[in-house]
């Protein structure tokens, strides 16, 4: 099993497979803007770019900078040498782009269903809307303005907040869902009813879809609550198969990202209402260790009585999950524990921890054994 850093910024040992963009200060090779080649006409006014929906019409995706570029160089000036020094690194170097990170490949897809929704819809704001994050002073937005023109990026909207917490404006954005490299800061959004993963970089990357949007998820504690994960965690797994039977009829609670699958599907639906049922540029997936016949009834009697659709559902059984995300290819998949996380980035999928429900205890308490 893969080694995977406490720091999410950190990457996982073994060589990154770089992904196909333009050449940037993290990478290996560097590159500025007046070396771009290409022409774009939108800085001119010849070309309109689209207008931001407002945000409580939205499907709005709150990311980190740390997760979207790849920042590991300009962190480490940061934790060694202060905050002045890290301000005057950016500002000399704000005219080379961040490589992408984790989250760049997911962020892609969603401007390539908004691109299928805005041709089918014109008039619609029912789109996703993306908010780029940072803790950064003001000083640093230039440097991730300049990026996200390089790499061709629609975000309008940024939040810096120059060491703040952002929970409130997140709240504010109305964010259906939050990444960022920062645990503690997901743990907060959490709590406050956001749904959030941490994301990690894993040590190679699969190559995923331009044109289709996939997304992976774990059953409990992420869709549904962690009422099973705790019977098996304080009883076993036959007292969970027992409790699992007698009550299939009856419905799990919602986890966490339940509201984000659930913005999903309103979205597919409205491919659906146009025929694009077969070639639907969102596909989502459950991936879960439960196992069909003796555990499985329930959560899909859950995922039904919720009127949620999910296009494939892998009931594994205690098997790794690896091997399947390999072959879904998601350009993100969420799980409540780190073995999942740690398998699924063994594999090259980006993965995203959720460090909800009863497994952190128990993660916990590994961890307090492995100090001592």
Known sequence: MVKMSLDPVQVMSGQVKE????????????????????????????????????PENAVTIAVSSRVLFRTEREQKVFE????????????????????PGPAFPFVKALEAV?????????????????????????????????????HNLFIERFCMTGGSSPIGYLKAWHTNLYLSADADKVRE???????????????????????????????????????????????????????????????????????????????????????????????????TARSAASSGIRALKTLRAWGLEIDEALFLAGAPKGPMLEKIRPHIYFDDQMFHVEGAAEMGTIAAHVPYGIAQKHNAKQNTGVRK
């Open 19 to 54: 992904l196909k963009v333009a050449p940037s200060s993290n990478g290996d090779s560097r590159g500025s803007w007046e070396e771009k080649e290409e022409f774009d006409q939108d800085h001119l006014g010849l070309t309109s770019k689209p207008i931001p929906p407002k």
């Open 189 to 287: 959004a959490l709590a406050e009813g956001i749904a959030a993963a941490t994301m990690f970089m894993p040590e190679k990357l699969t190559e995923v879809s331009q044109s289709q949007l996939r997304v992976a998820f774990d059953g409990d504690a992420v869709l549904f609550s962690d009422e099973s994960e705790r019977i098996f965690k304080a009883h076993g797994l036959d007292k969970f198969f027992e409790h699992e039977k007698e009550n299939e009829d009856t419905l799990l609670d919602h986890g966490p990202l339940k509201g984000f699958l659930e913005a999903l599907g309103k979205l597919q639906k409205k491919f659906y209402a146009k025929g694009h049922r077969l070639d639907c540029p969102i596909r989502t997936f459950l991936v």
């Open 80 to 99: 060694q040498k202060g905050v002045e020094e890290y301000l005057r690194y950016q500002i000399e170097h704000e005219n080379e782009p961040f490589a």
């Open 114 to 150: 908004n691109s299928r929704l805005r041709e089918l819809y014109p008039q619609s704001e029912e789109l996703f809307d993306i908010v780029l994050v940072t803790y950064n002073h003001a000083h640093v937005g230039i440097r991730l303005i300049n990026t996200i023109n390089h």
